[in-house]
C-alpha cells in the first residue's frame, strides 16, 4: 500500500530552522514528482516546493526561496524540505504529495498525499 508519512514538525522561534521528512513506502520515488505544501490556519493549501526525481529539477514559492531547500535521499526513499529562517507566515501544517511520471507538482495531478506534519513558529 502506497504512503507517504511526514515528520519533523514542531514549535520553533522566529529566526529558527527545521527539517521536515517525507517518507515513502509502497513505491519507490523515482519516477514521481515531489511536492511540499502548506496550509496556514483559514487560508487555501499553497505550493511550497517541489523535485522531480527524475532529473532532481527543483522549484520554489516566492515566499520561501533562498530559505527552503528540498532534496531527495534515494536509499531511504525519502523528500527532505531544509527550512532556515522561518517567520511566523510559515506557520502551517505541511503535506508532502506525490505525482507519477510528472515533472511538476500540480495540485490537482498528485497521486499520494501524506497526513501532514503541524509547524508552528512563534516565539
Known amino acids: 500500500q502506497a504512503q507517504l508519512v511526514e515528520s519533523g514538525g514542531g514549535v520553533v522561534q522566529p529566526g529558527g530552522s527545521l527539517r521536515l521528512s517525507c517518507a515513502a513506502s509502497?513505491?519507490?520515488?523515482?519516477?514521481?514528482?515531489i511536492g511540499w505544501f502548506r496550509q496556514a490556519p483559514g487560508k487555501e493549501r499553497e505550493g511550497v516546493s517541489c523535485?522531480?526525481?527524475?532529473?532532481?529539477?527543483?522549484s520554489y514559492a516566492d515566499s520561501v526561496k533562498g530559505r527552503f531547500t528540498i532534496s531527495i535521499d534515494f536509499a531511504k526513499n525519502t523528500v527532505y524540505l531544509q527550512m532556515n529562517g522561518l517567520g511566523p507566515e510559515d506557520t502551517a501544517v505541511y503535506s508532502c504529495?506525490?505525482?507519477?511520471?510528472?515533472?511538476?507538482?500540480?495540485?490537482?495531478?498528485?497521486?499520494?498525499w501524506g497526513k501532514g506534519t503541524l509547524v508552528t513558529v512563534s516565539s
Open positions: 523535485i522531480s526525481a527524475s532529473n532532481g529539477y527543483a
Open positions: 504529495a506525490a505525482a507519477y511520471e510528472s515533472y511538476f507538482c500540480e495540485e490537482d495531478g498528485m497521486n499520494y
Open positions: 509502497g513505491f519507490t520515488l523515482d519516477y514521481y514528482a
